[in-house]
């Protein structure tokens, strides 16, 4: 396991993991969720782990909005930067990811793009604006969000509230409450939560979905709390806009929830299984 520090379009500098294996010719790139650090879903130590020993590379592609606050530097500035989920703006997903699979062009054959919660809100996103089969051959979808059911307790007060500092050029201020009643962050990135940029699983948007050329698989715990109450609806749903419905896998871990809780050995077997599968094709 060693640092993997990739550079954006921007300069920011995000601090990824690199879980290596003997000369892989294959990597599997997971884009975090917000706070989908190693100290709340300790199962990327799981799937690196079970990864490398089966000859794959794994890249834990940690984002903005990995930690609260996250100290990098931006390299064209040469001044440090805090990043995190109180500052993160939904419009670098394109550029964040891209970081990730920059360095993974120049060094791999086969790439696999998978995204654990908002994570996999962001490969949907970035999958719908981009078609190159070659420097993305599969996808994985782990527990992606249900935004809307994530800022359902977001009241309209609160909403006014964002609008009103965004449209008065206020938007770098911080709330004065908790967005969703945990998260700490600036008006800005709040409006980007409400905007529908990322909600792209919700039940009635289905833009971003069915712009999707690639295949790949889908992934849920059945007790995930993220999806309104039916996970494996939730997750058949997904796939069901999908134009590539038919060749993609669904895969359903029984009694576990978002983080995979006591079924980390589990998840990991899955994708190695997965990314194994598909370099042999």
């Given at each position: 396991?060693?640092?993997?520090?990739?550079?954006?379009?921007?300069?920011?500098?995000?601090?990824?993991?690199?879980?290596?294996?003997?000369?892989?010719?294959?990597?599997?790139?997971a884009i975090t969720g917000i706070h989908g650090n190693f100290y709340s879903n300790p199962f990327y130590y799981n799937i690196g782990d079970t990864l490398?020993?089966?000859?794959?590379?794994?890249?834990?592609?940690?984002?903005?909005?990995?930690?609260?606050?996250?100290?990098?530097?931006?390299?064209?500035?040469?001044?440090?930067?805090?990043?995190?989920?109180?500052?993160?703006?939904?419009?670098?997903?394109?550029?964040?990811?891209?970081?990730y699979l920059d360095f993974a062009a120049q060094n791999y054959r086969h790439v696999i793009l998978a995204g654990h919660s908002l994570g996999a809100n962001?490969?949907?996103?970035?999958?719908?604006?981009?078609?190159?089969?070659?420097?993305?051959?599969?996808?994985?979808?782990?527990?992606?969000?249900?935004?809307?059911?994530?800022?359902?307790?977001?009241?309209?007060?609160e909403r006014d509230f964002i609008e009103k500092l965004v449209r008065y050029g206020q938007g770098e201020k911080i709330l004065p409450f908790y967005f969703?009643?945990?998260?700490?962050?600036?008006?800005?990135?709040?409006?980007?939560?409400?905007?529908?940029?990322?909600?792209?699983?919700?039940?009635?948007?289905?833009?971003?979905?069915?712009?999707?050329?690639?295949?790949?698989?889908?992934?849920?715990?059945?007790?995930?709390?993220?999806?309104?109450?039916?996970?494996?609806?939730?997750?058949?749903?997904?796939?069901?806009?999908?134009?590539?419905?038919?060749?993609?896998?669904?895969?359903?871990?029984?009694?576990?929830?978002?983080?995979?809780?006591?079924?980390?050995?589990?998840?990991?077997?899955?994708?190695?299984?997965?990314?194994?599968?598909?370099?042999?094709?």
């Amino acid at each position: 396991m060693k640092n993997l520090d990739v550079a954006t379009r921007r300069g920011t500098v995000l601090n990824g993991v690199l879980f290596p294996a003997k000369n892989s010719d294959t990597v599997v790139i997971a884009i975090t969720g917000i706070h989908g650090n190693f100290y709340s879903n300790p199962f990327y130590y799981n799937i690196g782990d079970t990864l490398s020993a089966a000859g794959i590379d794994f890249i834990y592609a940690q984002t903005n909005d990995a930690l609260g606050e996250i100290e990098t530097y931006n390299i064209k500035t040469g001044s440090k930067e805090l990043i995190g989920s109180w500052n993160e703006r939904f419009s670098y997903t394109d550029e964040d990811i891209d970081a990730y699979l920059d360095f993974a062009a120049q060094n791999y054959r086969h790439v696999i793009l998978a995204g654990h919660s908002l994570g996999a809100n962001k490969v949907i996103y970035y999958l719908a604006r981009h078609h190159d089969k070659k420097r993305v051959e599969k996808f994985i979808l782990m527990s992606p969000a249900n935004l809307t059911h994530m800022m359902s307790g977001v009241s309209d007060g609160e909403r006014d509230f964002i609008e009103k500092l965004v449209r008065y050029g206020q938007g770098e201020k911080i709330l004065p409450f908790y967005f969703m009643g945990w998260v700490l962050c600036t008006a800005n990135t709040a409006h980007d939560w409400l905007s529908g940029i990322l909600d792209n699983t919700n039940g009635k948007n289905f833009d971003q979905l069915e712009q999707i050329t690639h295949t790949g698989a889908l992934i849920i715990g059945t007790f995930d709390t993220f999806t309104d109450g039916d996970p494996a609806g939730f997750l058949k749903m997904i796939n069901s806009h999908i134009p590539t419905a038919q060749e993609n896998k669904l895969i359903f871990i029984e009694r576990t929830g978002h983080t995979y809780q006591q079924k980390h050995g589990e998840i990991a077997e899955i994708i190695k299984n997965l990314a194994v599968e598909w370099r042999s094709e």
